[in-house]
């Protein structure tokens, strides 16, 4: 996906089991809240602690869920693919 192609955000919420039984009309009025975040590899999304504003799904690409322990060693929990 090039970084200015347009995303059919409705298309990519139907897809989703989590949607699987929304009209459309509810998907329509989902996708037009939408916000797309498009990010650069190694760049943080959102760290624990911060205030949860809704939920993420990734398009393409993965994303790291990982956490740094005390002694500053990365544990990784999950990574995330494409429609989770």
């Given at each position: 996906m090039s970084q200015n192609e347009?995303?059919?955000?409705?298309?990519?919420?139907?897809?989703?089991p989590l949607f699987s039984a929304v009209t459309a009309d509810h998907i329509a009025h989902l996708a037009a809240a939408t916000r797309e975040?498009?990010?650069?590899?190694?760049?943080?999304?959102?760290?624990?602690?911060?205030?949860?504003?809704?939920?993420?799904?990734?398009?393409?690409?993965?994303?790291?869920?990982?956490?740094?322990?005390?002694?500053?060693?990365e544990k990784v929990i999950e990574i995330v693919g494409p429609q989770q």
């Open positions: 347009k995303l059919d955000i409705a298309a990519i919420l139907k897809r989703l975040k498009r990010l650069s590899k190694g760049e943080m999304l959102f760290q624990r602690g911060d205030t949860p504003r809704g939920f993420f799904v990734v398009v393409c690409g993965q994303i790291k869920l990982a956490f740094s322990s005390p002694h500053g060693i």
